[in-house]
């Protein structure tokens, strides 16, 4: 044992009787102990700083080390915080936390993944730049974060320096994998990793990798995740480029993502998709970041992409993303030099995959004459290009619209959208067009051609797999038909079957619609208080997801509720505000929902005098969307 000139003392000991007065020396003391270079004995340091942690009560560890000591006690997001302020406040002494930089803060010290170097280097700039410039400067991190204390070793002097000396010890192997893991956006499979980096030995050198913690990892389900910190990814990002390996690695991973997406339609056509909703809800933004790179390089690929990624994003209730995404895809292909033969035939036959993607989403946002003309159009380029399945598809959600938004040409839509499907031999599109046929059959009022495809659905149902949705969409079906018997308590039942099936598959915008049709259900039953209940969860979720149409049909709902509760003011405001979106959007009642607002009007008509009503619509026309959704919720 022995003192230091700098202040420090140097302890060293090689056996259990000298590592025993080590600790009883500590056990009083309040100080600060650095343990150097810990990755070279990670193991023993481990043990030795937990064991000292646990019998020094006043005690203080840091650490220097790629790897992490694995031992409870090591900074948290709280800890980060104080450091950053602190350092902060030692570099401009002006500087606080305030409510209005907080939020930047925070995003710094999680952006900097809790590294004590990165985030006392951040806070050193605040003599230079506020919280929320730091925060906004981030994505050039490595130019941002330098100047550290001249007294610290030259490694620590800015965080480049600390990762070059990281990277430095790595082996070329090591090096190349994870500047290939940068390409990924949160996170990767060892599959997409294999696939991407094209490297036999990826398993071992990401294990090496992983033992150095320059990757994370994270159990999702049945397999293991991987994650770059943002700091390292950034930097390896860097030298990616620097390899001149980047617009290599951005290929492979965008064709590894459009392969992805592509077993995604398949399972679209299976009825069976949660294993793939979860997966794409891991992939959601590596999807986006292959989207990006073939939007600017491969547009054909990128629309291929556009295509599935929208169905994919329609399951999770991203609609609004999803079409946008479409109409950036579809206008990039477009633009391109004219193609022939088989090129310009594969073409089509994705700008029609697209088209009926965009239809479906846009049907689920109610914009019903958008989706018809989508449909419409993929229905058209079908014909010619030969593609029986889209051609199958767009003609049985064609039908699907077409009822409901008042078209022509629903029955015979599905007529030959049922053909179709079953000379192919497509058991999901033979199940939803005989659904669909039924529902025809069901709203023209033919209850004996109803029940005569009921029967048929639910023989098709007992073929489909046991993680098929087709139960979910046969119960709301049932739940309809029953309802429109008046038979209340068994569509309760049966909607209340679909609604489970939907939320153990995440299905947000089925288990919305499906919840809508409770709250129907609740309020034709007379439960007025329970239907308003339901109202109000629904009215918030389609005014998340912009589904104008279904806002408009919920003002008519509540207006009927309060037309029961002889509230004829509310009534009268609510329904011009429904009426005037309804203009807004070009959005048509259906039939049946006509009949029950021709009832209702007739009600309220009689309540209030005629003057009165008039300028109490007038009101509610005048109100904008978000008004009349305040107004509606305030009851």
Known sequence: MSSLPSGTVTFLFTDIEGSMRFTNYLRDKKLLLILDNCEHLIAACARLADDLLHQCARLKILGSSRE??????????SESSRLFVERARAANTKFSLTGSNAASVAKICSRLDGIPLAIELAAARTKLLSADQIAARLDDLFRLLVGGSRTALPRQQ?????????YDLLSEEERGLLRIASVFVGGWTLDALEDVSDDSNAIEHLEG????SLVVTEEHGSEMRYFLLETIRQYAREKLFEAKQSSTARDRHLLYFEELSEEAWSEFRQGSNLFMRDKAVDELDNLRAALEWGLAHDAEVALHLAGNFCMILDWLGKQTEGRALLRSAIERV?????????AQINRQKLIARAFLAEGTAAFRQGDSKQAALALQKAIEISRLTGDKIVLGYSLVEYAAIAQNATLPGAPEAVEEGLAIMTEAGDRWGIFMANLYKAWVAMVRGNFEETQTQLKKTGELLNEMPASSEAAAYFYVFMGMYERLRGNYQAARLHYEKALKVYQDFGQKYEENVTRSDLGHTARRSGELSQAKAIYHQTLLYWQDLGSRAAIANQFECFAFIAVAEEEPQRAAKLLGAAEALREKIQAAMTDQERVEYDQSMAQLRAMPAETEFNVLWAEGRAMTMEQAIRFALDS
């Open 68 to 77: 992490a000591l694995g031992i409870a006690g090591e900074m948290a997001d």
């Open 209 to 212: 990798l992983i033992n150095k």
């Open 334 to 342: 477009n633009a391109l030099p004219a193609a022939e033969g088989d």
């Open 158 to 166: 800015t965080l480049r320096a600390m990762i070059d000396w990281s």
